[in-house]
């Protein structure tokens, strides 16, 4: 039976935040073939590319949208016109500038933006950002207003040490996302990687207390460099391919966790500029 609390949560969407300590690890990979399969679904889907970087989503799914998030603050066009729909039944909002440049901005046109964000939000069930590397001011208000937040890192030490850093940060700065999934990905030996990743989780269990709501490994496989290049999300075309199983096993984690909301991500985000 549906009760009261369930028919609120209806027109908020989930935010799944993808982030990393380290660049190059794999997020975008993770985020855009995410979207995908909650799409598949039967969700709602916006994939929000918050990453100016080069091998952001847009080139993984082959698209070149018209319009991005600069457009609307610069030249004034209505956020509809920013929303590409995408050939995989995905949403995509490009930014076109990093987060970070974001705050750059007018609090005037901010202001326009966050109650257009918030208008078209409760057209979706989620909205999966893909962020640039790191952990700072701007990012980590992103990740605190998260639902759930996917951190991936490779399986060497040089990753590790990132990622671990970058669960630290989060507990320092009380950032506690109801549902915190990790992601190895690139591993080589699947034995070893899960190895790795149960140190890994135990060190983080006993230094920060974070709960981890699940642990998934993404094989280092030619496939996805393939997918890459040839800018076909694989979870399209290999469906049963251990890297697309591990994409399934992330939403299967996500789409399983309901969790109930306080605050919307909007409003937090709103609070957290000022804006409003
Ligand atoms: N499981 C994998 N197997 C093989 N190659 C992979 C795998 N995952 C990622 N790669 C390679 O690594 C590259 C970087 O992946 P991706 O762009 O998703 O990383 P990112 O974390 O988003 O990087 P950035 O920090 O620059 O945004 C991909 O283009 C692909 O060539
Ligand atoms: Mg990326």
């Keep these: 039976m549906r009760n009261q609390a369930e028919g609120l949560l209806k027109s908020q969407p989930r935010i799944v ?3 990393s ?5 794999g997020k975008t990979i993770v985020a855009v073939n995410l979207a995908i399969v909650l799409a598949q679904r039967g ?8 990453d100016a970087g080069f091998a952001n989503a847009e080139i993984l799914m082959g698209i070149t949208p018209k319009n991005t998030i600069k457009d609307f603050l610069q030249r004034k066009i209505s956020l509809d016109k920013v929303i590409f729909q995408t050939p995989y039944d995905v949403d995509l909002i490009s930014t076109g500038m990093d987060v970070e440049d974001l705050i ?17 939000s409760a057209e979706y069930d989620y909205i999966v950002f893909d962020f640039p590397p790191g952990f700072n001011e701007e ?4 990740y605190a207003g998260s639902d759930h937040l996917v951190m991936v890192t490779a399986s060497e030490p040089t990753s590790l040490v990132n990622a671990y850093t970058f669960v630290k940060l989060m507990t320092i700065k009380g950032v506690d996302p109801d549902g915190f999934h990790v992601v190895m990905n690139m591993v080589k030996d699947m034995r070893d990687g899960r190895k790795i990743m149960d140190r890994f989780i135990s060190v983080i269990t006993r230094f920060t207390g974070i709960p981890i709501t ?26 049963t391919a ?7 096993g992330i939403a299967d984690m996500i789409t399983k966790r309901q969790t109930v909301k306080k605050l919307s991500f909007f409003d937090k985000i709103r609070a957290f500029f000022g804006v409003g």
């Design 17 to 19: 935040s993808v982030a």
């Design 43 to 50: 969700m709602r889907v916006l994939l929000f590319d918050a």
């Design 104 to 120: 750059a901005f007018n609090l005037e046109d901010k202001t326009e933006l966050y109650n257009d964000l918030y208008r078209i």
């Design 214 to 239: 699940s642990t998934h490994l993404i094989r280092y496989d030619m496939l996805v460099k393939d997918s890459v290049n040839r800018q076909i999300p694989f979870v399209t075309n290999r469906k």
């Design 21 to 25: 300590g380290k660049g190059g690890v």
């Design 139 to 142: 990012l980590e208000r992103f």
């Design 242 to 248: 251990q890297p697309s199983l591990a994409i399934y």
